[in-house]
C-alpha cells in the first residue's frame, strides 16, 4: 500500500463505518441510508453505523472506528458531515466515501463524486469492491491555543463568515430565510477590513470585505468562489474582494456561482502553499462549519486523505 500521499492504493480488510446525518438535506434523503447499508454489505465487508446525536460525538465516533480498525468510512450527509469525519481519517490510509444529501455537498462534488446520492453510493461501493482509492488534497488550519483542524472545500474570512456567524446567532426565520436576512443586515453593516497576509513568506497589507481559502472551487452549494483550485495540485487558490462598495458585492455575488468574479477588476487570485490571515474582529468558516477567530495558517497537505473513487 502507498502512503496518504502516494497514487492508488489498495483497501486494507476490514469493516466500513458508516456516519450519517439524518437531517442532512432537511430529511428529504431519509431513504438513502438503508440504500447505502445495502450496497456497502453486498461489498461481503461488515458494516457499522456510527451512533452520535452531536457533532462532537459524531467526530469522537470517527476516530474511534479509525482507530478500531476500519478499513473505510462512507458518510451520509453534507459537508458538514464530511468535514466530521475529516478529523479522523486526515493524514491516514482510511478513505473516505461521501454520500452526498446534504443542503452543501461541494466536496463531494469538486473531488468527482456524483450528485445523486444512490449513484454516489453504487460509485463508492464498486471502488470498495475492488479495493480502489485515490489521494486528494486538504488544508490544515492552525490557530493560537487551538487544536488543529482540517478542511476539504474553501475557508471563509470575511463577508461571507460574518453572514454565517449572523446567522448561526438569529433565531428567527427558520431555514434558508435566516441566511438571506442576515445578508441583508451584513449588507448593510458591510465595511473593508484592514487584513494582513503572510503568503509562502511574503507579507501583503491589504483592505478587502472578503477573502476565500480553496482547496475545491465550490462553497455554499455550488458557489465557485475559488473557480480555479484543484484539490490534487498541493496549492491552496486565494481569492480576495478588495474594498469594494456595496452596490459592487451586490453585483459580484450573482457571478459566483459560475466564477465569474475573478474578472472583476477589484477581485485577485492567488496561490500559496501556506498562509497566515489576520484581521480585527473576524472569524472564519471552513466547509460551512465555524472554526473560531482570526488569526489562522491554511497549510496544503497533498494526498493528506484517500477517497473510495
Known sequence: M???AGGPSAVAPGSVAVLANPAAGRGRHSAVLPLVRD????????VRLLTAV?????ASACRAAVAGGAAAVVTVGGDGTVHLALQALAGTDVPLGP????????FASDTGFPADPARAAAEIAAALRAGRSRPVDLARVSAPGRPDRWFGAVLAAGFDAVVNERANRMRWPSGPRRYDLAILVELARLRPRRYRMVRDGERDDFDA???????CASYGGGMRICPA???TDGLLDVVVAGPVSRRTLIRIKPQVRRGGHVDHPMVRSLRARQLTIDAPDLVCYADGERLGPLPVTVTAVPGALRLLR
Do not use: K
Open 2 to 4: 502507498t502512503g496518504p
Open 39 to 46: 450496497l456497502l454489505a453486498a461489498t461481503g465487508r461488515p
Open 54 to 58: 452531536t457533532a462532537e460525538q459524531a
Open 99 to 106: 454520500v452526498p444529501t446534504g443542503t452543501g455537498n461541494d
Open 209 to 215: 470585505v472578503l477573502v476565500a481559502v480553496g482547496n
Open 229 to 231: 483550485a484543484d484539490p
